[in-house]
């Protein structure tokens, strides 16, 4: 049950894209297409961004989009703004009831 | 629309125990799985425990295993999390959260438990 690696922090003007990794292992993120995203304001409760590795929940700006790799997983968030300044969680399911968070990644929106 | 509501955290010296509950609505509770998870201050996210929609199946994380049980009362929407022998590591914002087709989905804002002497 280690936790997924992601990158502490990335930034972006507004307008630009920005990808940031979700790095597992063959036993969550290789095995299983259910790899999801959350964004989090501190002090609310965390938001699903992405689900099943690219789908994005109703509702959910097509700005974010999701995929993955063999054992990776990324997000990307494209026409950044302002609001998109949040702290974002990978989560990947990891059989029998279990799920493996990753440390979370902080945008900054320059 | 979904809601899950925490409480029961508060302050609590190490060696004690509390009693979290989540309360949920807004969707057919007894078909869900309900999780806990958890955020020590500084850190990350940490999945804790599960139980399944009907309460006969349960689910730990190797780091509460033996100190945390998960139970819920399908008749009140409401899971509780029991944690025992509470050590200075267990302090964190404890979130209960819904899941769908094993994707967690729905989060409360949760409840901070802090354990300190």
């Known amino acids: 049950q280690s936790a997924l690696t992601q990158p502490a922090s990335v930034s972006g003007s507004p307008g630009q894209s920005i990808t940031f990794s979700c790095s597992g292992t063959?036993?969550?993120?290789?095995?299983?297409?259910?790899v999801s995203w959350y964004q989090h304001h501190p002090g609310k409760a965390p938001k699903l961004m992405i689900y099943?590795?690219?789908k994005r929940p109703s509702g959910v700006s097509n700005r974010f989009s999701g995929s993955k790799s063999g054992n990776t997983a990324s997000l990307t968030i494209s026409g950044l703004q302002a609001e998109d300044e949040a702290d974002y969680y990978c989560?990947?399911?990891?059989?029998?009831?279990?799920?493996?968070f990753g440390g979370g990644t902080k945008v900054t929106v320059l | 629309e979904v809601q899950l509501l925490e409480s029961g955290g508060g302050l609590v010296q190490p060696g004690g125990s509390l009693r979290l509950s989540c309360t949920a609505s807004g969707f057919i509770f007894s078909s869900h799985a309900v999780t806990w998870v958890r955020q020590a201050p500084g850190k990350g996210l940490e999945w804790v425990s599960a139980i399944t929609g009907g309460g006969g199946t349960t689910y730990y994380a190797d780091s509460v295993k033996g100190r945390f049980t998960i139970s819920r009362d399908n008749s009140k929407n409401t899971v509780s999390l029991v944690i025992n022998s509470l050590r200075v590591e267990d302090t964190a914002l404890y979130y209960c959260a819904k899941v769908t087709a094993s994707t967690v989905d729905y989060w409360g804002q949760g409840t901070l438990v802090t354990v300190s002497s």
């Open positions: 989560c990947s399911y990891a059989g029998a009831n279990t799920w493996v």
């Open positions: 063959s036993s969550d993120v290789g095995t299983y297409n259910l």
């Open positions: 099943e590795g690219s």
